[in-house]
């Protein structure tokens, strides 16, 4: 068991955790994502909230937190407690909405800093008798309103949370976090509730993390006192949580919805003292907090592998989405160069001008066409390489994180610009080409012939574009080049334009690519998290 004595490294470890805990992102919708994403918030609340701070000072009060179901007498019981309102309680709900933590006057200081929830705001109010108890101001959002009251015993503060089922979604999400904050949990149920599934959710909880738990059976009929008591004791066996302190607290007139807020002294005395005895007798104490923070230390060591087990399927989840996309657009790069061998360009109006060329075709209209038709080659290969991802995405569950961009943009406009971006990018490699021509037709020498008229750097281009995209057809394009420039020079400005080609290729489809995994990769899932994550949990059993 873990002594809250003075362990500097044990902090260390446990601060590394937390860092490595908080790096963790899940934003992909997997089957067990819900799960691991409550487990690391609890972790990190519960590092952040209660065992950090509490292994800092080991001499802090306990703080007792009182959670339960919608209209399970939270608010009553803690006013009861304390022996004045300090928390409403009424027929609205949800009635808590501004967590409060109340405590002796002498222990203020512990509470009204930053060392525990220091997420939430600490407000004070005046204290508000019944009188005037309506006259308060409003609840704050993410605040904490802390009271002092001297009927606390010292060394000890109750924190009346929110309901752990509450219709509003930050209520619930907040109470789930100051339970974690907590060295003793207090659940209340009641009468009509005690066999539903949330409080029985938080009990099962509270074994598992062995923490220090006692729970109070409220608004008991006096009827059926002794059966509802003997029927949620056999619960409790049932579960294995036998050994927990019991309190039963019967059905009374103060009780009622709208009533004083203060149950008899007689009502709560039991439990009154049993919480003093856990804050002033020192064995007791020692035995709630280290019980508590041991607890929930020894279930790190199979909450961490989970949670690392649930960022290795993100990674995995991510690793497949995009392996889609490589195959997909790796696959339309091979079938686009197989196409080129083939002189697929040379088709349609490309095909006229070639075959019109040079009698009624002028150069620029032959390179023009044959521009255009690259271009949809690319535009057909992009949009061919999209529907498979777009099919393979939509069988993907966790391809729901990517928004808008899981099925591709809508098929018209998604369409207009990825030709619009492919034209561009075929209208500068046709630059460059022609920019390759000239260059050639400058530097060429002609030793055999040197009173022929250098060649024009357009037609040039255009039969060193044929030659490039028309396969087998465009033969005569070569050797009409060979006459032109020389053997050796067109041989060389074929390669040259060969490899231009190519490259301009891969630009299109690679930059496609990279557009479709734009929205995967914003999502940063890599596999370092998890090995981080057992790598401190390694550490911190060393240390424990």
């Not at 929830?117 to 101001?137: F, K, N």
């Not at 041991?294 to 991510?318: F, H, K, M, N």
Request: glycine fraction near 6%; include cysteine.
């Amino acid at each position: 068991m873990v002594t809250l004595d003075e362990r500097p490294q044990l902090i260390d470890a446990l601060s590394a955790l937390r860092d490595r805990v908080a790096a963790v992102r899940l934003p992909l919708p997997l089957p067990d994502t819900p799960r691991a994403r409550q487990t690391r918030a609890e972790l990190l609340a519960q590092l952040d909230d209660y065992l950090v701070p509490r292994l800092k000072d080991p001499d802090a009060p306990l703080l007792a937190v009182v959670g339960g179901s919608t209209g399970a007498g939270k608010s009553t019981l803690v006013n009861s407690l304390v022996g004045r309102r300090v928390s409403e309680s009424g027929v609205l709900r949800p009635t808590t909405r501004t967590p409060v933590l109340v405590c002796h006057p002498e222990d203020h200081h512990w509470f009204a800093g930053m060392r525990v929830l220091p997420q939430l705001t600490r407000v004070w109010l005046p204290q508000a008798d019944d009188e005037h108890a309506d006259d308060a101001p409003p609840p704050e959002e993410n605040a904490l309103r802390v009271e002092t009251a001297a009927s606390m015993p010292r060394g000890l503060a109750l924190l009346d949370a929110p309901d752990i089922d509450s219709l509003v979604v930050e209520n619930r999400l907040l109470a789930a976090e100051l339970i974690c904050a907590a060295d003793i949990w207090v659940m209340v149920t009641t009468a009509s509730r005690y066999a539903d599934a949330v409080p029985w959710h938080l009990l099962r909880t509270a074994k598992e993390y062995d923490a220090t738990l006692v729970t109070v059976l409220d608004r008991v009929p006096h009827q059926v006192i002794g059966e509802v008591s003997r029927q949620y004791e056999a619960l409790l066996d049932k579960a294995g949580l036998g050994d927990v302190p019991r309190f039963t607290i019967p059905e009374l007139p103060e009780s009622a919805d709208g009533g004083s807020g203060l149950l008899p002294d007689s009502a709560v005395a039991a439990l009154r003292g049993w919480l003093a005895h856990r804050a002033e007798d020192p064995a007791a104490r020692q035995q709630a907090a280290d019980r508590t923070a041991t607890g929930v230390i020894d279930s790190l060591d199979t909450r961490l592998p989970e949670l690392a087990a649930a960022v290795a399927a993100q990674y995995a989840a991510a690793v497949r989405l995009g392996g889609v996309v490589e195959a997909a657009y790796g696959e339309q790069g091979k079938r686009v160069r197989e196409q080129l061998g083939r002189g697929a360009v040379l088709a349609g109006d490309a095909r006229t001008r070639w075959r019109a060329y040079p009698r009624d075709s002028t150069a620029d209209e032959l390179l023009d066409a044959l521009a255009e038709s690259l271009a949809a080659l690319l535009h057909c290969a992009a949009s061919a390489a999209e529907e498979r991802v777009r099919d393979a995405w939509r069988r993907e569950p966790a391809a729901e994180a990517l928004g808008p961009d899981r099925a591709g943009p809508a098929r018209a406009g998604g369409d207009r610009d990825m030709a619009e971006r492919i034209g561009v990018e075929v209208r500068r490699w046709r630059r460059v080409l022609e920019e390759l021509a000239e260059e050639e037709v400058r530097t060429v020498e002609r030793p055999s012939a040197p009173r022929t008229a250098a060649p024009e750097a357009d037609t040039v281009a255009a039969l060193l574009a044929a030659a490039l995209l028309g396969g087998r057809r465009t033969r005569a394009a070569g050797e009409r080049l060979a006459e032109l420039l020389g053997a050796q020079a067109a041989l060389r400005l074929r390669d040259k334009g060969g490899e231009l080609v190519l490259s301009y290729v891969d630009r299109v489809l690679h930059a496609e690519r990279d557009r479709r995994l734009a929205p995967l990769d914003a999502l940063d899932v890599t596999p370092e998290p998890q090995a981080e994550l057992i790598a401190a949990l390694s550490v911190l059993q060393k240390e424990k």
